[in-house]
């Protein structure tokens, strides 16, 4: 019968092996979370573009109404 020793170092080993699994899955979710990020960033400056696009032409249209006369002075 193998002695308690023996048990609690197949344990140990076996635990190790475990931590390792989780270690790499972590670093797995770290690198996917950073590429998330970088393309909610990347969202977040196209909507502030497409934003001002938008301001501009408000503006443009405005003026036109206005030089044809479309707008209540």
Do not use: C, W, Y
């Not at 308690?4 to 996917?32: N, P, Y």
């Not at 301001?55 to 443009?60: I, L």
């Amino acid at each position: 019968m193998p002695d308690v020793a023996d048990l609690t170092f197949e344990l140990l080993k076996r635990m190790q092996a475990d931590l390792a699994d989780v270690k790499r899955e972590q670093l797995s979710m770290g690198v996917r979370l950073s590429s998330i990020e970088q393309h909610l960033a990347a969202n977040q400056v196209e909507i502030a573009r497409l934003s001002s696009d938008v301001a501009h032409m408000k503006e443009d249209l405005a003026k036109i109404k206005r030089r044809l006369d479309l707008v209540d002075a």
